[in-house]
């Protein structure tokens, strides 16, 4: 698999909690570090996406926005 993103973080998918149409997949990533994502249900199904399987999260993003507490 080659893509233009540059972060590309390999982790292992410790939780998929489904919905009707979209579900919340988990990667650990190691160091504590956990990324979650919400997909549709239909790629999670075309991904062949289990618990304990090896996957990659892929972030591309042009801006990132920061917050403080008042």
């Known amino acids: ?5 540059r972060n590309q973080l390999k982790g292992t998918i410790i939780d998929i909690q489904e919905g009707a149409v979209n579900g919340i997949v988990k990667i650990d990533i190691g160091g504590g570090n956990i990324i979650s994502s919400t997909i549709s249900m239909n790629a999670i199904k075309e ?3 289990t618990v304990g399987k090896t996957a990659y999260a892929v972030i591309k993003a042009t801006s990132v926005m920061v917050g403080v507490d008042e």
């Open 1 to 5: 698999m080659k893509l233009s993103a």
């Open 47 to 49: 991904l062949g996406l």
